[in-house]
């Protein structure tokens, strides 16, 4: 039975489309050409901060933030930021009965613009919250000790096979690969997608029905 349901943030229910804007006008460089990197240095399965070294190298994302919102130009999402899947699917999970919590790689502060966001859920954290980041196992272990359920009653919903997916499973959670974002699209071929996970969307909106079939014992 899948008694909860935990979701990543980026590219999960935040589209970062417009962040990553930011950086490319932070950098100097225009938008697509950033996006095609970003891309690129994701299909060869580097991590994705690689990206800024390529246009800065000795970039330090953490000072650089800093120096962001120093200058007036914190990192920052709203309403307008959510995929516009989020709000239905996370009430039509509460009204089912399902807790349901938001838990990713994020600073204090984007833990803060979720919260602001007032979404349907019962937990938000994020990385800096728990001082473990994902892919690191211990962060999925904050997952389990925050959620009133077995492991094997928790799906993880994310975007990424490495970040998200992978790790999951390794703590032993029902994990959700939603296939949008840059991660989504690349790694969606990956033998992974189909083998480890418990189920694959293209939508949120996919997610009450599926869990409500998986729960019937229609696997």
């Given at each position: ?21 930011t ?67 996370l ?53 389990i ?75």
């Amino acid at each position: 039975m899948i008694r909860a349901v935990v979701f990543d943030v980026g590219e999960c229910l935040v589209n970062e489309t417009r962040e990553y804007g930011t950086w490319a006008d932070w950098l100097g460089v225009p938008r697509h050409t950033f996006a095609a990197m970003f891309g690129a240095v994701i299909a060869q399965g580097r991590d994705y901060r690689e990206t800024f070294q390529e246009f800065q190298p000795g970039f330090d994302l953490a000072e650089e933030r800093e120096k962001r919102a120093a200058d007036g130009k914190p990192e920052w999402f709203g309403e307008d930021d959510l995929y516009p899947d989020v709000r239905p699917t996370l009430t039509a999970l509460r009204a089912a009965g399902l807790w349901v919590g938001i838990a990713g790689n994020q600073t204090v502060r984007a833990g803060g613009l979720l919260r602001g966001l007032d979404l349907p859920s019962d937990l938000i954290a994020t990385s800096d919250d728990w001082g473990a980041s994902k892919p690191d196992v211990a962060f999925f272990e904050h997952v389990i000790e925050a959620t009133p359920a077995e492991p094997g009653e928790i799906l993880y919903v994310g975007d990424r096979l490495d970040n998200d997916i992978r790790p999951a499973v390794q703590a032993g959670l029902l994990t959700a690969l939603i296939r949008r974002g840059p991660w989504g699209t690349i790694q969606q071929r990956d033998p992974d997608a189909d083998a480890i996970t418990t189920m694959r969307i293209d939508s949120l909106a996919e997610l009450p029905k599926k869990i409500a079939k998986f729960n019937a014992g229609e696997h």
